[in-house]
């Protein structure tokens, strides 16, 4: 069953000319990994506000369509009543801190005190949760001598202490540096591969192409494309969207035109499918035989 249900979804910020979001429909299963991308502007923000009902609650506006999660339809509950069910992680991480706590430790029980989880399983969670995104030395210090990335750390163990069964990040490697980003989706996936729904805005293809089950690609507030990431990754229609290509992507599109990628052969989007591909390709070099392929 669909644990996300987007049905014509179209939404218009208060005094803004033109939807930011535009007849989208798409469902979630459980346990699913979908990513969105889209260029600066598309919509993927406003489509995660949507999916964890801060859309059209807080943000009033103009929504026509429905977005159910987990059963619940956002026009007709309150945020307050998604809480525990969807976590979202919002694109800048200070708009997240509760602005109420002097401890990185006392930041995560904030969201778990709201949720009314017993006392004596915090302690657990909340570590858990700091050990998992890496803060786990830092409980005592204040949230805001934290740097950006740290920020976004304890902003993401806040929401995982909370066991959502609706994981929504927007765009959470922005301030993350490789190895933190690699931790990121390394966590996201195990709880996706444990049944938590995970929706990531994210703009590194290179993570999505590795790690996402699926994908659905916004333009304009429009969903384009939708479909597994070996598929959307590699399509022209992400170039005209101004999204691009994984360099994997490019270096192989070039090689079909110099006969060094086999034609028929899908246009890789990981390191792994391009080395396949490349080794695979009859290579045609100037002034060479094809007594390469007979190397005695
Ligand atoms: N609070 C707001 N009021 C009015 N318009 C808004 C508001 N927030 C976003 N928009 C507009 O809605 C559209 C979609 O913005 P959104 O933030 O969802 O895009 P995005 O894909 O997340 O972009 P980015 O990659 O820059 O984060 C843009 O045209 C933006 O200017
Ligand atoms: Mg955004």
Same mark, same amino acid.
């Given at each position: 069953m669909a644990v996300v249900e987007v049905q014509g979804l179209s939404y218009t910020y208060p005094g803004?000319?033109?939807?930011?979001?535009?007849?989208i429909s798409f469902q979630v299963e459980a346990g699913q990994l979908l990513a969105v991308i889209g260029a600066n502007g598309a919509g993927k923000s406003s489509l995660c506000l949507a999916l964890a009902g @801060?859309?059209?609650?807080?943000?009033h506006g103009q929504m026509q369509g429905a977005v159910t999660v987990c059963g619940l339809d956002t026009r007709q509950h309150h945020p307050g009543q998604f809480a525990g069910r969807v976590g979202l992680v919002l694109q800048n991480p200070a708009n997240q801190l509760?602005?109420? *706590?002097?401890?990185v430790y006392e930041e995560v029980a904030f969201g778990l005190e709201n949720l009314g989880t017993p006392r004596q399983e915090m302690p657990a969670r909340i570590e858990n949760a700091l050990q998992q995104v890496g803060l786990?030395? @830092?409980?005592? *210090?204040?949230?805001?001598?934290?740097s950006g990335g740290q920020q976004q750390r304890l902003a993401l163990a806040s929401i995982l202490a909370m066991q959502p069964n609706v994981l929504v990040l927007d765009?959470?490697?922005?301030? @993350?540096d490789p190895q933190g980003s690699q931790a990121l989706f390394t966590i996201i996936y195990k709880l996706a591969r444990a049944g938590t729904t995970v929706i990531i805005a994210e703009h590194h293809l290179e993570w999505i192409a590795s790690f996402a089950d699926r994908v659905i690609a916004l333009a304009e507030g429009s969903l384009f494309l939708d479909g597994a990431p070996g598929e959307v990754l590699s399509s022209p229609r992400l170039l005209q969207a101004g999204i691009g290509w994984l360099r994997y992507t490019r270096a192989a599109h070039l090689g079909q035109d110099r006969g060094?990628?086999?034609?028929?052969r899908a246009l890789p989007v990981t390191l792994n499918q391009a080395v396949k591909g490349f080794q695979t390709a009859q290579l045609y070099l100037p002034?060479?035989?094809?007594d390469h392929a007979d190397p005695d």
């Amino acid at each position: 069953m669909a644990v996300v249900e987007v049905q014509g979804l179209s939404y218009t910020y208060p005094g803004a000319d033109s939807p930011a979001l535009k007849d989208i429909s798409f469902q979630v299963e459980a346990g699913q990994l979908l990513a969105v991308i889209g260029a600066n502007g598309a919509g993927k923000s406003s489509l995660c506000l949507a999916l964890a009902g @801060l859309i059209p609650t807080l943000f009033h506006g103009q929504m026509q369509g429905a977005v159910t999660v987990c059963g619940l339809d956002t026009r007709q509950h309150h945020p307050g009543q998604f809480a525990g069910r969807v976590g979202l992680v919002l694109q800048n991480p200070a708009n997240q801190l509760s602005g109420m *706590r002097y401890t990185v430790y006392e930041e995560v029980a904030f969201g778990l005190e709201n949720l009314g989880t017993p006392r004596q399983e915090m302690p657990a969670r909340i570590e858990n949760a700091l050990q998992q995104v890496g803060l786990a030395g @830092l409980g005592e *210090r204040s949230p805001y001598t934290l740097s950006g990335g740290q920020q976004q750390r304890l902003a993401l163990a806040s929401i995982l202490a909370m066991q959502p069964n609706v994981l929504v990040l927007d765009e959470p490697t922005a301030m @993350l540096d490789p190895q933190g980003s690699q931790a990121l989706f390394t966590i996201i996936y195990k709880l996706a591969r444990a049944g938590t729904t995970v929706i990531i805005a994210e703009h590194h293809l290179e993570w999505i192409a590795s790690f996402a089950d699926r994908v659905i690609a916004l333009a304009e507030g429009s969903l384009f494309l939708d479909g597994a990431p070996g598929e959307v990754l590699s399509s022209p229609r992400l170039l005209q969207a101004g999204i691009g290509w994984l360099r994997y992507t490019r270096a192989a599109h070039l090689g079909q035109d110099r006969g060094v990628w086999p034609v028929n052969r899908a246009l890789p989007v990981t390191l792994n499918q391009a080395v396949k591909g490349f080794q695979t390709a009859q290579l045609y070099l100037p002034g060479q035989e094809q007594d390469h392929a007979d190397p005695d």
